[in-house]
């Protein structure tokens, strides 16, 4: 199984990028996809999550600027994110939890870069 992720880039303050991640492989089912970052220093930390039934959740510091979705016919999750603030520059890494006919694990994508200027 691999995840791919795609779609990080340069953005000014204000403005908005789309993630995308989609896995591939041998997948039985996906449960829980999300959205992570790690700023240099820092942690990752959870950005976003979004069930197999649509439930969603999200940082507090994202609520109401970034939206989770996902497309299970493509095994594709999104982040839309707009309003853009400095403090949003990180590496993203997309996560699902994967069955396969073996087992069922987490997955991480290669993770993309999201730098935004002030």
């Known amino acids: 199984v691999q995840l791919q992720a795609y779609g990080g880039g340069l953005v000014q303050a204000g403005g908005s990028l789309r993630l995308s991640c989609a896995a591939s492989?041998?997948?039985?089912?996906?449960?829980?996809m999300g959205w992570y970052r790690q700023a240099p220093g820092k942690q990752r930390e959870l950005v976003a999550a979004i069930s197999s039934g649509g439930t969603t959740n999200y940082a507090d510091s994202v609520k109401g600027r970034f939206t989770i979705s996902r497309d299970n016919a493509k095994n594709t999750v999104y982040l839309q994110m707009n309003s853009l603030k400095p403090e949003d520059t990180a590496v993203y890494y997309c996560n699902a939890e994967v069955s396969t006919f073996w087992d069922t694990r987490d997955y991480w994508g290669q993770g993309t870069l999201v730098t935004v200027s002030s």
């Open positions: 492989g041998s997948i039985f089912s996906i449960n829980a």
